[in-house]
């Protein structure tokens, strides 16, 4: 009978319980009957005197003893059995791996954060450069505030006179030029009011 086939199908499971309890079986007579002889044998050794009932029960109790603690060390012992320890050799290969992981994320740490260090290098160069420019211009703004301080009043004054005057002269001929446009296009409207008709 092949155990494992007919563990698979469904009334597989009686027939291993079967198969089982028949071994079980043959095991309790076998060890009953081999036990009985050297059990009668202590007892003369010791000088008792027991029946063949009386050693077969001892056997019997010794084979029981015998099978409890089989299913006790096969079936209980492996479920509440400890999980060994690994061995040194996996353990170092482990922790290697471990070593390699933390240091490619220690590699990465460290190049990111060299990145922000050049990333803000660069930045404070940018913001010294902007600030020198600035400072450059400051001085020039400066200097002519004081070139323009310097000169005298009248001198702004016809400056200011002669500013005036252009800007009125250029107010006219803007007027001038907007009013111009405003009759053009009223002009052009009217010709293609008359022509449409």
């Known amino acids: 009978m092949d155990i494992g086939t007919s563990f698979r199908t469904i009334g597989g499971y009686m027939e291993l319980l079967r198969y089982l309890l028949d071994g079980i079986a043959k095991l309790w007579t076998t060890a009953i009957a081999w036990l009985s002889p050297p059990i009668q044998r202590l007892a003369g050794l010791l000088g ?7 050693s077969q029960l001892i056997a019997a109790l010794a084979v029981a003893m015998l099978i409890a603690w089989l299913v006790a060390k096969v079936f209980v012992g492996s479920v509440w059995r400890k999980p060994r320890p690994k061995a040194f050799a996996a353990r170092a290969n482990d922790i290697a791996r471990n070593l390699v992981q933390i240091s ?6 460290l190049e990111e954060m060299g990145s922000v260090i050049n990333t803000s290098d660069a930045a404070v160069k ?3 450069r902007q600030l020198a420019e600035l400072a450059a211009r400051e001085e020039e703004i400066s200097s002519r505030i004081d070139a323009l301080n310097r000169v005298s009043i009248p001198a702004a004054q016809h400056f200011a006179h002669l500013y005036e005057k ?3 002269r250029s107010a006219w001929r803007d007027y001038a030029l907007n009013g111009l446009q ?4 009223l002009v052009l409207f009217a010709i293609g009011l008359i022509l449409s008709r």
């Open 166 to 168: 252009a800007e009125r």
């Open 126 to 128: 940018q913001y010294e």
């Open 104 to 109: 490619a994320e220690a590699d990465a740490l």
């Open 182 to 185: 405003i009759l053009l296009a």
């Open 48 to 54: 008792m005197s027991l029946s063949a009932q009386q």
